[in-house]
């Protein structure tokens, strides 16, 4: 796990310590420290705490002008035991939302499990994205399937183009169009 590493080849674009609207506005990264971890295997330092003990993430590019946020998740994603989606949704996606960002590219590659509860953190940050829209970039098939059991699909557009997206080879302005020209053809706008 202290191999993985959130993707830093867009840091000449965006990044979140230096970002005066970002919640991770000011933090300093020791990168010699390796202190937080998941399940006691320590996680490469420059992943950002949200208050969950299982599910840590980075934010690794925000467009204030269009609205974009493109957040890298590693660890276990889990409702039942630790309420994640609560401390994702408090701690950093209203932060987000009040600075004026309302599409979400959720980027889910690192995330090796999921653990459902109830839908109604996702059903509210749903409903307060006027305008906007939450999608889920090559998260693993099983993550997914258990989604759909908990009916997060409601609010989370994932499946077909977006599980097997190269996003890494692209300006993350370029991404975020491409995302949201499928999302406008997905959903009909």
């Not at 300093?28 to 420290?33: G, K, S, T």
Request: aromatic share 20%; proline share 2%; net charge negative.
């Amino acid at each position: 796990m202290h191999q993985i590493e959130p993707y830093y080849s867009w840091l000449k674009f965006y990044d979140s310590s230096t970002d005066e609207l970002s919640p991770f506005h000011g933090k300093e990264y020791n990168y010699e420290l390796y202190t937080d971890t998941i399940y006691g295997y320590y996680i490469d330092p420059a992943w950002d705490a949200i208050g969950s003990e299982t599910l840590y993430i980075k934010i690794l590019y925000a467009d204030y002008d269009n609205g974009y946020a493109v957040i890298e998740m590693i660890g276990e994603w889990n409702d039942a035991l630790h309420n994640d989606i609560m401390h994702f949704k408090r701690n950093i996606i209203e932060h987000m939302i009040l600075q004026g960002l309302h599409k979400f590219i959720l980027i889910g590659e690192n995330i090796l499990n999921f653990h459902g509860s109830d839908d109604c953190y996702y059903e509210e940050w749903f409903e307060e994205l006027e305008d906007g829209w939450i999608v889920a970039v090559n998260f693993r098939e099983f993550v997914t399937d258990e989604w759909k059991n908990f009916n997060v699909d409601y609010y989370i557009n994932f499946g077909g183009q977006f599980d097997h997206m190269n996003w890494r080879t692209q300006k993350p302005g370029d991404f975020c169009e491409r995302i949201e020209s499928a999302v406008t053809k997905r959903l009909g706008l």
